[in-house]
């Protein structure tokens, strides 16, 4: 499976950036999806995961700004960020799993995009 990422870009702080990651290879049908994000000098964190029940988790930091979304039939999955801050600024990856553990821990994933850069300017 790869992932690719896009939609990334520099916004001023209160706009919105909408993230897509598509991926080539088997049906993600019954995988989870999700985004994780990546500052520089600091680790990898969870941001969003879509589990294939339709359960969506967020990290405490985004909820009621960021959504994530999901369409198996084009095998993608989506990231619609609003009302960002500067503290949103990182690398964003997509990630797609099979296997269970807890969705906000890095090694819970299998596939990961190649990231995409989001820059939120004060």
């Known amino acids: 499976v790869q992932l690719q990422a896009s939609g990334g870009g520099l916004v001023q702080a209160g706009g919105s950036l909408r993230l897509s990651c598509a991926a080539s290879g088997p049906t993600v049908l019954m995988w989870r999806m999700g985004w994780f994000r990546q500052a520089p000098g600091k680790e990898r964190e969870f941001v969003a995961g879509?589990?294939?029940?339709?359960?969506?988790v967020y990290a405490d930091s985004v909820k009621g700004r960021f959504t994530i979304s999901r369409d198996n039939a084009k095998k993608s999955v989506y990231l619609q960020m609003n009302s960002l801050k500067p503290e949103d600024t990182a690398v964003y990856y997509c990630a797609a799993g099979r296997s269970g553990g807890l969705v906000g821990q890095v090694n819970s994933w299998d596939y990961w995009g190649q990231g995409t850069q989001v820059t939120v300017s004060s």
């Open positions: 879509s589990e294939w029940t339709g359960s969506l």
